[in-house]
């Protein structure tokens, strides 16, 4: 049960700072995009009104950008309810397995629907794969009752 908090732990710090990353990275195409945007106004976009498809891409960011933040919630909320599920409650672990089942659900989807671009979804799959394995197993569990007293 240890060594399965303390991977969750792990793991969820290590996606932190990525997820961080990955909303600055996004914030940074879309100014990039209304700068562009800015650039070919005029008779140059087509209509008149800027990079066309421009508002489109840029609002499918900010999607993703909420999407993002929602993500580092749920990962965060993982590395809480790894100490919680560590103390011995059920509940926890059975959140957990949800929060943990849903992303490696998706990659899976990603995989199947799309293309080689897709398989790096494949190495965000294991780590989740490996929680999921490692929360259930019968020492784990035996371990959580043990804590429950």
Do not use: C, Y
């Amino acid at each position: 049960m240890t060594a399965a908090k303390w991977t969750t732990v792990g793991i969820m710090a290590l996606l932190i700072p990525l997820v961080i990353l990955s909303i600055g990275h996004l914030q940074g195409n879309i100014a990039g995009l209304k700068r562009l945007g800015a650039r070919v106004a005029g008779e140059n976009s087509g209509d008149g009104q800027g990079l066309k498809g421009g508002a489109e891409a840029i609002a499918g960011l900010e999607v993703l950008i909420v999407v993002q933040w929602f993500t580092l919630g749920a990962v965060v909320l993982l590395a809480v309810l790894a100490f919680v599920a560590g103390a011995g409650q059920a509940w926890a672990r059975i959140v957990l397995t949800v929060l943990v089942a849903f992303p490696v659900f998706v990659v899976v989807q990603n995989v199947v629907e799309g293309g080689s671009d897709a398989l790096w979804g494949l190495v965000f799959l294991v780590p989740f794969v490996v929680l999921l394995w490692m929360w259930w197993l019968p020492a784990t569990t035996r371990g959580m009752r043990a804590k429950r007293g």
